[in-house]
Structures are given as structure tokens and as C-alpha cells.
């Protein structure tokens, strides 16, 4: 069958093209969410356990035959498309039903590790450029960053950032943390900053962990921590040190068998590993497969994604057809289909696969409402793909009709509230419904999720409402809950998604500096249940920009340096002896006027190697300090430690440009902090295609009032901008997100930015 004919196109769309201009309306978003907004936000997230289930798959799924590739963008005469490069990641939101898309290089291929957030509309194959209050420093590499549906975010970490151009190492040294993460919702990025993290690399394997929602990662790049957990709920990583486990590796992919309650790893970028790997977190075991039959493993760049409809993990792997020594001359893509409960793989053999074979071209997600798996393909000429010439293409792929689940769907929408000895929890009956006879209540304990043992303590009738009461608990315990739908023959259905007693983390919060002896905080409660919160303070020692070689060489320092990094945190102490009722405190147990040195075991240390920095450099002449909050139930049941906050202004928040012939005009908004003297504008001269070393100017010598500047002198080459807020003290903070004059690539952007843009 030729190439022309076998394989099936998605029907053309009109060509909308979305404009999103820039109003006063965006400084709604930058508002921190009520808790009771919060609330419904993650209430309504847990509907995605019956989407992962299988359960609602299909009313509305796209048509496409099983055992099919199906492209979707770009098409002729359908929606416009970016034109993106490579080495991006994908989350998929199951309630927006929208794939986000994050990072990866510029359509040049690989040419600037940009930071831009994309949604792309599955059933419309229409994309949309989401500019929002901020956001991590650009990367490449960037594969598998993930989706948690239950506090409904898009879990970003690290990859390489600053090594093709137009990336200020201030900005990647202060805001590179271990974990980011970004509310479609909200249209907000958050710096999670936790203040202990394992290394994370890039081309790492990980997933979703559903039954215990935390996420699972093991290797990447030259990364020697082996296998980690990170929990977004408390907000703290988990070293699992198994006794065996895979060989490190770049690349290769994993993803989670939820049937089987297994992560499901293979393949690799530069090694040949004839490995099927599967991981119980439970019993934090790796166990050597060992199929009959497997796909390539020489070096297959393998893409993963678990198809939950049909039981499978979704595997596209890269076979070499020719190569001379570490060189891949040409090659093809199979994909193949892994079911863990029988052991096998199995080739597939569609009528078409994608195109394209090249190194970091592929990234993969499932859609369960539409029963695919989507997959990213970036196409160059060198691959010699028939009618492409350079294209970032979107496909789709079938396995087949998903298999039936007779059993009683879950209920959604479970939540919990705590009193001081007992917890409520309500749930909604599942929209199918009609064979339930009533609801098997289940709870365990313990403050590792993975560790809990469930046991039935309840039942409640269907015809009474959707409501029980756990009483005489005991105060402080962290109680995890699930409820199961019970039909007419007594059988119990799948797990609704977990709750806890546990309140969720503070996310936002805001340091101000009034004066050396004075700092204040305010923050939002997480929970409707939270009498009180626990502030804790740790000391931070700082590299200074005229410490750092890198940063002196792109922009002279001030006469009193700046924070240019972070070289340690200390362990943190309790401020509060009890919880603080108000969402507020100030603390004057300091003197910022006097330099601190970390003591005791540091939570977190700096990697700078010894050339990168300048031992007679000036200090930084202030103590810093990091604050965290924790949140208590009225159960007495503390949160996890929330992000660090430092005493530095936040970075500035929703800061956009617009071209004006030669001058440039910025707007942001203003801080929430109390007491700023106002902002320093910098701004980025020009590209370097490779390598760190770029000039920043500082334009305003002296902060600027007002959150808006004009630069009159910009010209009409392509210019980058970031904005950092100023304090009491003078202290300059975390650098803005950069926005583009100019930017490279324009007239891909014109469709999806209005006038204003980032």
C-alpha cells in the first residue's frame, strides 16, 4: 500500500486564528485564588479518576479506526500551527481537555531553550499560546514533565537551560528549582521551592503515579540519585533507595500501568538496555520483565504512554536502519504495545506510522476521553520525510475500542473536612449511576501515601445522602480515605481518588522587608479546615553577582552587589509555638543589617564549581533569610512544608512588551510586597547561538516607580527585557520572566499574540 494511501488524515477544520491581545483584564489572574475557589478547583479535579478509569470514555472521542496513526497538525486548510521545535513535554488536563504543551527549542530547531506554555485543542487541532503571570527558565531536553490530576497541575523539573542563547544566568540561578508548577485554570506558574530535593535531570524517565498520586522518577543525563518520589500534596521528595534497580541512562521513557500498579520503563538514547523494567512503589521494588519478545532496544529513543481504556503501555520506538559508530544515518519508528498482566509486547505494524526518526523528536501523553495517545513529532529535512520539509507535527494513535468495565463507576468529587475528632467526607454519585446500591467506605493511616493500608470502616446506602462521619479519631494523625461504589450483587467498583486529613501545602505567599528588624508575611489558607498555620525561618548564605564569574562578565555589579545566587539553607527552626490563627505574621527575631552563616546540616547546597566563582568578589552585604508556612488542620494535622520564601521581592509578575517603532514600552504589575522603592529594568543586547556570555545592560540605574518604562533606544533588533522589584533596603530580588522586542521567529507568533505580548 503506498504512503499516499494508507494511512487516514483528520477532517479539515476552518482556519481560526486565535488573537490574544493583552488587556487590563489580565491583572485579574495575578489575585491568589480564594480558598473556597481552591477548593472546587480540586474537588472538580478528581473527576479525572473516572476519565483515567475508562469509565466516560468515548461520548465525544474523535472518530479513528483501531491500530491507526491519525495527523492532526499541521493540515491544509486547518489550523495554523506554531511551527515549535523539539525536546518540549506534555501534560494533558482532563477537565480542560487540553494538552499543555512546555519548554523545548524555537522553530529553528535548536536554537533558544524557550519557556512558553501552549495548549493545544484535540478535537479542534487548535493551538493557543497561554502567556501567563510567569514562568521557570526556558529549557531543552525537557521530556517528561507530567500532569497531577488531582491538585490539577502540570509538574515541571529541571533540564538544560542557558546552552544556545538568550538566557540570563541570574534569572536560571535564582529560579531554576527542583520543581515548578503551572494551573491552566489560574493561567499561573508557581515556584514550589523545595528545600530539600534530590538532583533532577534532564532526559529523565517519569510518572504519574495514580493509586498513591505522587509522582515516581529515576535517571536522566548524567544523574547518579537513582529512583525518587516527589509528593505535589506536601510538597517533599522521598530518596527510595532499592536494592537493584535500572541502569542510568538519557532518555528512555516511563509510564504508569495503573491495572497493574506498575511503572513500566524501557529504552534509552545512547545504550543498547534489552530490559523491560517494572516498578512497585509500594514494595519499591524493580523487577527485570523479561518478555519473550521485545522492541529494538540499540539506542531506540523509546516514547511511552499508558493507554487506560485498553490496558496497555503504548510504546513508539526509533530501529536503526544504518549507522556508522555513534552516528544513526537513517532509521524508521515502530510502535508496539506492552501489557503487563500477560508479559508480552506485541508489534502492531499500523498501516502508517509518523515520520521522522531523529534523537529527542518524540514526546507522548494519553487523552482517555478520547481513547488516543497523542504524540508530538518534530520533522527535519535530514530525516527525508515524503512532503516535509521541517514541521512540528501532532498525531494521533488508536489502539483499539476500550475494553468493558462492568463494575460500578466511582463516585467524584470526594472531600473532606476535619473537626477537632472526627472528618466528614462528601462525594457526588458517578454519572452512571444506575446500578448502585451504595457507597463501601474505606480508610488508612500514615503519612507516607505509598504505605497506607486501606480497611473498610463504613457503608452508606445509595438512597441516603452522598455523606459520612468518621468520629473519635485521633488529633494529629494523618487519615487517608477512598470510597468504592457498590452495586446489587455486592461488588465494589474501582477507587475513587484519595483524600486526606492532611491540609494541602500554602503555595503563595508574600515577604515584605519594612526595615532590617522587621519582615512581614502574608499568605492564603489552603483549606476551608485550617485553624492555623506554623511559620518556620532558616538562615541562607548567598553568592553576591560580583562573586559569580559569569554574572560580573554579562552585567557590572552595583556598587553594592546583588544577590547573584544561592549557596546554602540551613535547617529550619519554628517561629510559632502555636498555630497562627490570622494569615499573617511578622517577624522582628532578625537584624537583616548583619550577615548570617548557615548552621547546622544545610537543606539545600550550591554546585558551583570552583572557576565559576570569584573568591575576591564583594559579599552580599545583607543576611537573608527563608520562610515557610505550614497549615493545620482542625484535626490538629500539619501540612507539608510549602515553598521556601526568601527576604527578596518576588519577581514581578505579568510583565509584557510592545514594539513602537524603535522604542520598546514595558508594562507589569505592580508587587504585592509593602515598602518597595520601586524596579530595575535590564536588558539582554543580543544572541549568542551557543554557550553562556551575553550582555545585560542595567537601563535604570535607579529604581522606577511606576510598573511600566519606555526604552527609547531599543532599535529594531530582536531585544529581551526582565524587570526585578526593589525594597526598603534596597535590595534587588528574583528576576521577572523575559519578554521578547522583536523576537526571533515573529510571523509564527502573530496568530496566537496580540499587541502586547511576552
Known sequence: MSAATSY???APTTSDRLDDGVGPTLVVFCVPLAPIERTIAVRLSLLTALLLAGFLAAADSLPQDPNTWVKRSPLKDGPVSPGLGYEASLGYDPIAKRVIRWGGHNQGGGGEQNAETWVFDIATAKWELKEPNTSPPGVCCAQQNLFDPVGRRLVRFPAFSGNHGWHWFRENYLSNTSVWTYDLAGNTWRDMRPSSAPRVSPLRCASWDDDHQVVVVFGGEGNQEGTCVYDPYTNAWTRMSPAKQPAFRSGGNMAYDGSNKLHILFGSQFSDDPH???????????????????????????????????????????AIDRAEKDEILQGHLETWAYDAAANTWTRMKPPREPDGHGNRRRIMVAVPHQNLILMEAFVTPTERAPGVDREQQIWTYRFAAGKPDDRPAPPTDLAVITSESGARLTWKPPAQSDGVSGYAICRGEGKIPWQVEFKRVGEVPAKQPAAFTDERLTTATVYHYLVRSIDAKGREGPDSPKVRTQPRVVEDAVVSVIGPKEVRLAWESPGADVTGCHVERAAVEVFSEDQLVRL??????????SVGAIKAIGPFRRLTRDPVRDRSFTDTDLDLGKPVAVEGEPTFTHRFAKDQIDPAGKPYRYAVYAYRIRPVSALGVEGGAGPYFLTLPRSPQWLFAKEDGERCHLKWVANAGQGLKGYRVYRMEGPRVNGPGQQVTRLTPDPVAASKFTDAKAGKDTRRYWVIAVDALGQEGIPSAPVWHYRQYRRYYEPFTGEWHQ
Open 8 to 10: 487516514r488524515t483528520a
Open 552 to 561: 560580573k562578565k554579562d552585567t557590572p555589579p552595583l556598587d553594592e552587589p
Open 276 to 318: 523491560t523494567w517494572a516498578y512497585d512503589l509500594r514494595k519499591n521494588e524493580w523487577r527485570d520483565m523479561k518478555p519473550a519478545v521485545q522492541p529494538p532496544t540499540d539506542r531506540n529513543d523509546a516514547a511511552l504512554a499508558y493507554d487506560s481504556a485498553n490496558r496497555v503501555v503504548v510504546a513508539v520506538v526509533r
